[in-house]
């Protein structure tokens, strides 16, 4: 057996995380993770739901002490848990509330000292060839779909972005707003502390006076891990920042004014990451040093008629991607944008991710998507709709400002005016999101 060990990047009596107790040990944690998994039902699934990173983190690790594999869906709706639950029987949650998955069984995170910690002398060894994580997409048709990780391929790609980030040299305490259980948190976030030598604090602080809060509470270098919406929403918050050493965002492109006010603001390097919950990360760009993108150590990409394909390294497989990708020299590409984003009226093309730049470059426009829906109108004429957050801007004078950025033909018809978006944890906004928000708004005889 190939086997790696649970934490590579650590000793025993290094610092693992950050709690509002004061940091845990390596020690500590795996006594946390030994004590936990004597405590798990029987089974051969564990349902992730735990909020609290920590909690999160030892609940994966018990799960692979007791054999389990974690399940983590891209969404917590009741619909999607009771498939799950049907889909892989025996099934059980762990979570920080008694409610967490109404009629499905599970464990509550006990409560700290309520259960007695061995005493670790020695890492734990996992079989890299076990299938230790399963994390969903909806795919197409809104079905939860699996993608397998490996325990190896899991280690490998926490020393890959590692790497790619220079943390292993400089290893930082990580403060994130992602949740860990999606791709991009559970990589950049928890496995960057297994083997990437970093530290994560155990909250996950979503509005800016917890995110300035969480980066005080940990010492440098401080990494904090995010998405443009959670930045943007910070950065407009006006609060004094303290100093950070990297940003990472990832989720949606980072434009280069917000990348550039979030340097000066932060006074730190904003670098973004590309990659897929399929394919795991791929590639690492600081942001104002332009649109390269620079592939992470081993990882190859290959082209076949219009699809790149993903292999080598910590990839599981040969993983076809959803963008259109442009290889350049010395292991870098770019990317124009998605497949399924590209939009073609009347003999025009251009992409969903133009649009949405454009709209969002606007004066006064807080946050707006373009939606293209399936079907043309009743006179046969397929026309975008643009949901729009702008409180100081009126249709008018704003459709006045997209005429000078976008062909006429592009401009959105209706332009609908929001509150807010309905942007997901990760700072999303899916395809089914905004199906059902047009379907409320527009509908099929073009109000707005």
């Known amino acids: ?29 795996l006594a946390d993770a030994h004590a936990l998994a004597a405590c798990l039902p029987a089974g051969d699934w564990l349902l992730n739901m735990c909020e609290d990173r920590y909690h999160f983190a030892v609940g994966f690790a018990a799960g692979l002490l007791a054999g389990k594999v974690s399940l983590q869906p891209s969404s917590q709706s009741p619909e999607t848990l009771h498939r799950l639950a049907a889909d892989y029987p025996g099934v059980s949650w762990l979570g920080d509330r008694p409610d967490t998955v109404p009629g499905l069984p599970g464990t509550v995170f006990p409560d700290p000292g ?41 280690v490998l790609n926490g020393r890959a972005e590692s790497t790619a980030l220079g943390l292993m040299r400089r290893p930082h305490s990580i403060v994130g707003t992602v949740p860990v259980q999606h791709s ?13 030598a970093c530290q994560f604090t155990s909250g996950k602080p979503f509005y800016p006076q917890d995110i300035v809060a969480a980066l005080e509470a940990v010492p440098r270098p ?17 609060l004094p920042l303290p100093p950070m050493d990297l940003v990472l965002s990832a989720t949606a492109p980072l434009s280069p004014d917000l990348a550039r006010r979030a340097e000066e603001r932060c006074g730190a390097p904003v670098h973004e990451i590309y990659g897929s919950t399929e394919s795991s990360a791929l590639a690492t760009r600081r942001t104002l040093d332009g649109a390269a993108w620079h592939l992470m150590q081993a990882v190859q990409l290959e082209h076949e008629d219009d ?21 350049v020299e010395g292991g870098h590409f ?12 009347a003999g025009k093309r251009t992409s969903l991710a133009y649009l949405n730049h454009q709209i969002g470059a606007v004066p006064g426009v807080v946050d707006a998507a373009f939606f293209l829906p399936d079907e043309a109108g009743d006179d046969g004429v397929t026309r975008l709709t643009a ?7 009126d249709a008018r004078t ?14 959105p018809r209706p332009l609908v005016f929001m509150e807010a978006l309905p942007r997901n944890t990760t700072g999303k906004l899916t395809r089914q999101a905004l199906e059902a928000l047009y379907a409320e708004k527009v509908g099929p005889h073009g109000r707005g």
């Open 1 to 29: 057996m190939n086997a790696q060990p649970l934490i590579s990047a650590h000793g025993l009596d290094d610092v693992f995380a950050w709690r509002a107790q004061g940091p845990v040990r390596v020690r500590e944690f």
């Open 114 to 154: 309520t259960l007695p910690r061995p005493v670790v002398s020695d890492m734990p060894c996992v079989d890299a060839e076990r299938v230790v994580a399963i994390l969903f997409t909806s795919g197409s048709t809104g079905l939860p779909q699996p993608h397998r990780k490996t325990w190896g391929r899991l």
């Open 184 to 196: 991009y948190g559970f990589e950049s976030t928890f496995l960057l502390a297994l083997h990437g």
């Open 222 to 238: 401080r990494m904090l891990v995010t998405t443009p919406f959670h930045l943007s929403a910070l950065l407009a918050s006006g």
């Open 307 to 327: 699809t790149t394909y993903a292999s080598g390294g910590h990839v599981e497989g040969r993983v076809p991607l959803a963008d259109i990708i442009e290889s």
């Open 334 to 345: 770019l990317l124009h944008g998605r497949h399924a984003d590209l939009v073609n009226i």
């Open 387 to 393: 949901f729009v957050v702008a409180p100081t801007r």
């Open 398 to 411: 704003l459709m006045a400002d997209l005429r000078q950025r976008l062909d006429a033909i592009f401009l």
